[in-house]
């Protein structure tokens, strides 16, 4: 069993940065893939980035590539979202998640955090 709780979100200007963490319970954290969505008003959860076991391997949407980056600490438990040029359409609440590597990627990972949200403002 993993649990997952996020930190970092909050009000940024369009053009900020904010970095998302993710603190992992559970001492298998190291051999999970972890993975953030965000969903929006209105829209469905969708894929922004995940991260295999040992970071060397990444996938991001499209609408984040160059933007955003994620990265891990095994030592510490945590994945981190670090979100440059932030822009109005990023608003949503941010979620982590952990599982299989494929599944992450494939959109379907074990678990869920509770997410923070993201707000940018024109």
């Known amino acids: 069993q993993v649990q997952l709780v996020e930190s970092g979100g909050g009000l940024v200007q369009a053009g900020g940065s904010l970095r998302l963490s993710c603190a992992a319970s559970g001492r298998t954290f190291s051999t999970y893939g972890m993975g953030w969505f965000r969903q929006a008003p209105g829209k469905e959860r969708e894929f922004v980035a995940a991260?295999?076991?040992?970071?060397?391997?990444?996938r991001y949407a499209d609408s984040v590539k160059v933007r955003f980056t994620i990265s891990r600490d095994n030592a510490k438990n945590t994945v981190y979202l670090q979100m440059n040029s932030l822009k109005p359409e990023d608003t949503a609440l941010y979620y982590c998640a952990a599982g299989d590597y494929i599944m992450v990627v494939s959109k379907r990972p074990t678990y869920w955090g509770q997410g923070t949200q993201v707000t940018v403002s024109p």
């Open positions: 991260i295999n076991w040992g970071g060397s391997s990444t």
